[in-house]
């Protein structure tokens, strides 16, 4: 064999080796990418409530912890929000994720911090255990007992309440 086919042959293999090289870490990316995705989704929208975003928002129960869970709720084009959290004492709280006081400014939603909630217009910093108990100020506003239906393992919050309220969220900016 002359040089050249050695050369050539040589070059096609070095080609043959980069591309499956380039397939790997091509391939290698697209799974952490998806990975990625599917642990966004379940941090971020993949909690125990389920809607059809014009449904009712069904909470289970057993899934909520100390660490406040938001879902995501949809009235029109009015994206709204729901937090559900474990109070101290053991109970479930739930309220809408906006600020009573601060609402009107699109920032008034809350981020949790340890047992707090701290609102993101005014930084007013609100206990969880104080959730669905305290009224008219800044806190996030409650969904009382008459709002919801509780039998034991889930809490139901009708698409009807969900709907009286969504001007709270008419200048909401999400999160």
Known sequence: MSNNKKQVARKTLVNKKNNKTAFLVVGIIAVIIIAGIIIIKAVSGGNSATSSNGGDIKITKSDISETAKFYSYKVGSTKMEV??????????????????VCYNSGRGYYVQEGNEFVCQNCGNRFKIDQVEKEKNGCNPVPILDQNKTDDETTITISKDFLAQNKELFGNWKTR
């Open 83 to 100: 937090v559900a959290v474990k109070a101290s004492d053991g109970t479930i709280r739930t309220a809408f994720n906006t600020c009573q």
